[in-house]
């Protein structure tokens, strides 16, 4: 029996040595049981989200006069909010908002960060010291409070503008990741090889130094998804996100501002909120098992 | 440290400077003349606008509009709310007993949980009890402030009536009795809890993985050689040094509580700076705003600068840089 084990053993290390860090981690994430559990949730919101025209028993904006704020059963699933909408139908379409929002910002946010850091990582002296002031300055600000007031200055311009509101304001503490991690990496031997053949700083960023600070811009993203999507649902929960015909789950949980909701009609606002939480709880997790599963250090 | 301390404050002052240029930028961009307020918001009549833009001087030069509103926001003057009828500071002056009150409430209660949690944690580490606050842990990091707000709201309010669901104080009471403030505490209390609730994961992760790290360092191994029991051991050796770091992490909260209360005030329709930002924003009393995001931001500083000198009185190679 420990025979075999052993055996067993050295054939999986044998089979290490030959793989990939990449290959190592994806095995590691596929182990990780929480994160997989979160990764099928999220991957099935996303594909229920995006397919909510097909899913969706009604047309986002129909109205049903007579039975306004119906509770589940019937001809609605969920029920119907005050102005007579289908409630499961709001929270596809809303899905469908919040998460494309979130993952746009992401994208921005992970491209200005990447830049921005590992440009000053890999000059260093005043290139970096500028940028890092700089950073340093957007740090300073409240965050909540100057995108609420950009927000509602740039109300009429619609999504885009809430979109490029919150990147511009969110990239500061990803950069400093990507900056630490670049100046490090710097450090290396094959770095100075790659300078030294007369690769050009560009050509030296983008083919040795990025891929490997790739793992923590990685991680720095699934971070930053979950950041992005509260900030997207608490703006429109406030009035000032997506506009208001727009289903979003923030503009869902903008019913809820009235108290007598909150006591009378809670088929309102009890599947946005849940949607938001377990989301958010869904890539926390996926965040966590994809750090553990860079990490050369953890055993799992 | 009398050096470390000026060095700080005086590196400040740039940002002070470039902060106040980004909130005038701000303001121009703001409907109506968010740098004095007297404009009527609801007018839209272009004559009316367009002879008091003259009048209050909004078509001079960008440089001479700014040097004038600093030289009256230096003077504690942000010009005059048009919706309130009364000088902005007055209208701030209002609220922010309200809001203070909510911040070192919900203070309070993230330290007490936090020091619960925390120390029971990192004296059971992987125990049920460890698990289930770290599970507790992950659901606060997750749930956001506002859908937090609604939930406590329904039960805590409407299924339970043990708190009121919205304002600041009960109608009837008269201001300076001791039914008033109890009142204003009862009205506070649960905006408190879903604020400073939610805070406390990284407070309570933070002292757990250190009273774990400490408790294998030489020292505590000393104490155990001596006889010391376990009670003393993890009370007064290592809790004393794993309380410092949880201090400096004050500072840095202010800003997240600045920004979380702005949420928690309006899902709570309690009068406080958040509310009345918002709100503000809502009825385009736009030098409202102006006041209120300057001074928000000048609380992100000074919080920011008290973090540091803390951080600098706790750890001396802080200071030399």
Known sequence: MSAIDTKKAEELEKKAKKQSPWAIARRKLFKNKLAMISLIFLVVVTILAYLAPVIAPFDPSRVDIINRNSPPGGDYLLGTDNAGRDVWTSLLYGARTSLTIGFVCMFAVVTIATIIGSISGFYGGWVDAVLMRFTDFIMNFPFLVFVIVLASIFREAGVWALIAVLSVLSWTGAARVVRSKTMSEKENEYVMAAISIGGTPFKVIRKHVLPNVMTTIIVQATLLLAVMIVAETALSFLGFGVPSGTPSWGNMMQEARQPHVIRNAWWIWVPPGLAITFTILAINFIGEGIKDAFNPKSLR | ?321
């Open chain 2, 1 to 321: 440290m009398l050096l470390y301390t000026l060095r700080r404050i005086l590196i400040m002052i740039p940002i002070m400077v470039m902060i106040s240029v980004v909130v005038f930028a701000l303001a121009l961009a703001m409907p109506g003349d968010a740098l004095s307020g007297q404009i009527d918001p609801a007018n839209s009549d272009p004559e009316y606008i367009e002879e008091m833009r003259e009048r209050l001087g909004l078509n001079d030069p960008v440089h001479v509009q700014y040097g004038r509103w600093m030289a009256g926001v230096v003077q504690w003057d942000f010009g005059r709310s048009f919706v309130h009828r009364m000088d902005v500071t007055e209208v701030i002056g209002q609220r922010l007993p309200n809001t203070i009150l909510l911040s070192v409430l919900s203070l309070i209660i993230t330290y007490i949980l936090a020091f619960t949690m925390g120390r029971y944690a990192g004296r059971h580490p992987y125990t049920p009890g460890d698990y289930g606050i770290q599970g507790i842990n992950y659901l606060m990091l997750a749930i956001p402030s506002f859908v937090a707000a609604i939930f406590a709201i329904f039960f805590f309010s409407f299924q339970l009536g043990w708190f009121p669901a919205t304002g600041s104080v009960g109608s009837g009471v008269t201001a300076g009795t001791f039914e008033y403030y109890l009142s204003r505490l009862h009205h506070a209390a649960l905006p408190a809890l879903v604020l400073g609730g939610l805070t406390t994961a990284s407070y309570t992760q933070f002292l757990r993985n250190d009273i774990i790290e400490s408790s294998q360092k030489d020292y505590v191994r000393t104490a155990r050689a001596k006889g010391t029991t376990e009670n003393n051991i993890y009370n007064k050796h290592i809790l004393r040094n794993s309380i410092i770091p949880i201090v400096t992490l004050f500072g840095f909260d202010i800003a997240s509580i600045i920004g979380g209360a702005v949420i928690i005030e309006t899902v709570f329709a309690y009068r406080g700076i958040g509310e009345l930002l918002i709100s503000s924003i809502d009825r385009r009393d736009s030098s409202v705003v102006v006041a209120v995001t300057l001074m928000l931001s000048v609380a992100t500083l000074v919080g920011n600068l008290i973090a540091d000198l803390v951080y600098g009185v706790v750890d001396p190679r802080i200071r030399v840089e």
